[in-house]
T-cell receptor, first 114, second 111 residues
């Protein structure tokens, strides 16, 4: 069974631009969660989607948004990029939810904002 | 609000020695607790998780962790370190609304 895939793997943007990251979960998984990893703040939970609905969201500004499609693929969007948005963005999929089921992580998308 | 503290950002052990990575949590509700491992340039991999079924949790690669409510701890151990265990380890606590990670502990294994 194929693992979680994230595209693109690397991305360079400039301040003020917007970016969309994509995550394809393991087949059959209905939950996708997103995380931001930075040297300063560490790993932080962004949001979780389940069956196309956002279940919950971490403490991030409204510039960070996401969605999930009927095939469970998910996208994350960051608008008006800031230097501090440079990070590794990880997505993880699970069968029924991040809390009760095992999450499988993708390799991440490394975003650099110049 | 829940939180996680990992004691020691770097831990170094000799191959074959005991591995002990410390994690303390705070949570207002019975927590779900996790240990993840991250190898360079990769995502996280679940080692084990506590979901209130048993206080001693066995995970993959010979790791285990013990949930101690009185000490609010969930320390990760492995009896004998292997070179392939060198990585960064994250403790995490989760509830229905949020998930919090510790700052991570980088484990070095010396030959």
């Amino acid at each position: 069974k194929a693992g979680v895939t994230q595209t693109p793997r690397y991305l360079i943007k400039t301040r003020g631009q917007q970016v969309t990251l994509s995550c394809s979960p393991i087949s059959g998984h209905r939950s996708v969660s997103w995380y931001q990893q930075t040297p300063g703040q560490g790993l932080q939970f962004l949001f979780e989607y389940f069956s196309e609905t956002q279940r919950n969201k971490g403490n991030f500004p409204g510039r960070f948004s996401g969605r999930q499609f009927s095939n469970s693929r998910s996208e994350m969007n960051v608008s008006t990029l800031e230097l501090g948005d440079s990070a590794l963005y990880l997505c993880a999929s699970s069968l029924g939810g991040r809390q009760t089921d095992t999450q499988y992580f993708g390799p991440g998308t490394r975003l650099t904002v110049l | 609000a829940q939180s996680v503290t990992q004691l020691g950002s770097h831990v170094s052990v000799s191959e074959g020695a005991l591995v002990l990575l410390r994690c303390n949590y705070s949570s207002s509700v019975p927590p779900y607790l996790f240990w993840y491992v991250q190898y360079p340039n990769q995502g996280l991999q679940l080692l084990l998780k506590y979901t209130s079924a048993a206080t001693l949790v066995k995970g993959i690669n010979g790791f285990e962790a013990e949930f101690k409510k009185s000490e609010t701890s969930f320390h990760l151990t492995k009896p004998s370190a292997h070179m392939s265990d060198a990585a960064e380890y994250f403790c995490a606590v989760s509830d229905i609304d949020d998930m919090r990670f510790g700052a991570g502990t980088r484990l070095t294994v010396k030959p």
